[in-house]
């Protein structure tokens, strides 16, 4: 190790899933979306003036928390964005977090926690979910420094009811209380109704999954005038311009185009129930996801074997090697077709191997 090496600060990163070169391969492993975003969003694009591109970008991003702020029907000063969601988490956490008391998130859960709070030097503690994936609200009524989860649950798909969420935010009113819903659109209701009444509610959602947007890297959050003030001054304080203006500008064309954004979730929602009830039949169980992925294993088959068969035929799943989920995938759903293709692979594979073990 070279002398200097001790002061450098050493964090194990995050792992994204993989984002291949190879374009004729069946995507289904980073939740993205399988269908384009708006047609607005195309005409933004061909509206873009590249001699702007000189000046700096609106550091209070107006057009696209405007956009927001009308989309929920909330206050301009309700609304933060930033550089997908994961930019807003990481600022949240900076902000919020900053107590000597250990941070509370599930231990099944969004594999970034652990990573920001060892990055900011956050002490945390993992409460375990309950054996069917499902949280206790209890294990979130103890002495914490702050909570986090996501609601649905990533990467089991699990939904929380409101009352489950207002149940925790009410209890725990001497710390801010981030609930992550980047997958909320496809078949939960939002806690967003809940910020007027605690101001220690921070709502977290992206345009990566719903909104078809993860290439644009716009994420935000909602919560109250204060909570959003505090978030501005750390952002203030690390960089003004952290959006860039063609992502404010594609952002907000697209999130006032609720038609396209209600066809395409819809969708995807009714491609998700067809998938459970087909990999069901092939002998797959799984948490009844209101995401737009299924958290899947098979009674006979280990999920990392499945994964490799699955990678081998450019079928790309997500794989977690963790204990208590180590036999699961996690499939995002893509088109039908995609779905399709990815069940008769699954169907063929098994069958053989069913029909090789009865020959043994
Ligand atoms: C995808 C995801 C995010 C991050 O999304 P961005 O692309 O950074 O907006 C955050 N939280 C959860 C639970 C996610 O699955």
Redesign the pocket.
């Known amino acids: 190790m070279n002398k200097w090496e001790k002061n450098v600060r050493k964090v194990v990163p995050y792992v994204p899933g993989e984002q291949p070169d190879n374009i004729n391969i069946i995507k289904l492993n ?2 993205e979306n399988p269908y384009p975003p708006s047609e607005n969003v195309l005409k933004a694009i061909s509206e873009i003036d590249y001699n702007n591109l000189r000046l700096y970008p609106d550091p209070t991003c107006n057009i696209l928390v405007k956009a927001i702020a009308e989309y929920y029907n909330i206050s301009d000063n309700q609304v933060f964005t930033g ?7 990481a600022m949240a956490f900076l902000t919020f977090f900053n107590s000597d008391k250990p941070i509370l998130f599930p231990d099944i ?2 594999s ?1 926690y652990d990573v920001w709070a060892e990055l900011f030097g956050i002490p945390y503690l993992t409460p375990e979910l309950d054996n069917n994936f499902f949280i206790n609200p209890e294990d979130y009524k103890k002495e914490n420094g702050g909570i986090i989860f ?1 609601n649905p ?3 089991t798909g699990l939904y929380q009811p409101l009352s489950t969420i207002e149940d925790i935010v009410k209890y725990n009113s001497d710390v801010i209380v981030i609930i ?1 819903e ?2 909320i659109d496809f078949g939960g209701e939002s806690a967003i109704k809940l910020i007027d009444k605690y101001d220690n509610l921070l709502i ?1 959602q ?4 719903s909104r078809s947007m ?1 290439g644009m ?3 935000f959050a909602i919560g109250s005038p204060i909570l959003i003030k505090y978030l501005n001054d750390a952002k203030y304080s690390f960089n003004s311009y952290t959006m860039n203006q063609t992502a404010l500008n594609l952002g907000a064309a697209c999130i006032k185009d609720k038609a396209h954004f209600n066809k395409t979730v819809k969708k995807i929602i009714d491609t998700r129930e067809m998938t459970k009830k087909q990999l069901a039949k092939i002998g797959f169980s799984f948490p009844d996801s209101m ?1 737009n992925f299924i958290f899947a294993r098979h009674k006979d088959i280990p999920a990392k074997e499945l994964f490799l068969a699955l990678k081998q035929n450019n079928i790309f799943v997500r794989y977690f090697d963790k204990p208590r989920i180590n036999n699961f995938l996690r499939i995002t759903i893509g088109t039908d077709e995609e779905m399709n293709t990815m069940i008769n692979f699954l169907k063929n594979y098994i069958n053989k191997l069913s029909v090789r073990q009865s020959l043994i």
Do not use: M, Q
């Open positions: 980073t939740n550089i997908g969601s994961d930019d807003v988490l859960t969004y970034f996501p649950n990533a990467p992550d980047a997958y977290v992206t345009f990566s999954k993860a890297r716009i994420g995401a």
